[in-house]
């Protein structure tokens, strides 16, 4: 069979597979129509571009969080957005906490009261609620949108590091004779450290 029987021979691109999307080929070149339909359908792809706030959030060796906020006015958007960006913060840290109290759940005396855990959590909350606070700017974005709204990105860290933070809150708790001796203090600033990481992983999945 020649080729006439099957394209009329006005073109030698090759053909998809899909036979409806074929069919509709044939007709377009019928019509004497250049660009075929399953050329024309597939859709626009656009990159996305990630704001440097996030990136710079997503840094593991660092206690860092961003926050964004849309107002009408610039100053509103500022404070929202780094109000959010420390309750972002004091949710991270209070995860990784919670991973360590599962391994003090694991390693401390079997005798070890459900008052002392109660503490534990108590004095690990506070400690944050404090040590939050002492957070630096990192980076500030800012955009304005079509609607005349501006939207703002704040990136936020906490000036102690992830060793000296965990450190210091194992001092705490041992101060306060929460922390048992037999409890491993080096496996609790290791397991705030991992649980610090591995919030962050999450929140970039």
């Not at 006015?73 to 004091?90: G, I, N, T």
């Not at 040590?131 to 609607?147: A, E, F, G, P």
């Amino acid at each position: 069979m020649g080729c006439a029987a099957l394209t009329g021979c006005k073109s030698s691109q090759t053909v998809p597979n899909d036979y409806q999307a074929y069919v509709a080929y044939q007709q377009q070149m019928q019509k004497g129509e250049n660009t075929p339909q399953w050329e024309t359908s597939r859709p626009d792809r656009k990159e996305r571009i990630v704001d440097e706030c996030i990136r710079l959030a997503q840094d593991t060796t660092q206690i860092r969080a961003y926050g964004t906020a849309t107002s009408y006015d610039e100053a509103a958007a500022l404070e929202f957005a780094e109000a959010e960006a420390v309750r972002q913060l004091s949710t991270m840290m209070e995860t990784a906490a919670e991973g360590a109290r599962q391994i003090y759940r694991g390693t401390a005396s079997k005798n070890a009261s459900q008052s002392s855990e109660s503490r534990m959590e108590s004095v690990t909350t506070q400690f944050f609620a404090q040590r939050v606070k002492n957070y630096r700017i990192v980076k500030t974005t800012m955009y304005d949108l079509s609607d005349g709204t501006i939207q703002v990105y704040v990136c936020i860290e906490l000036r102690d590091g992830i060793e000296k933070t965990s450190q210091e809150l194992a001092d705490t708790l041992s101060n306060d004779e929460i922390l048992g001796v037999d409890f491993n203090r080096q496996k609790f600033i290791d397991a705030m450290s991992q649980g610090l990481s591995d919030y962050k992983n999450r929140q970039q999945q």
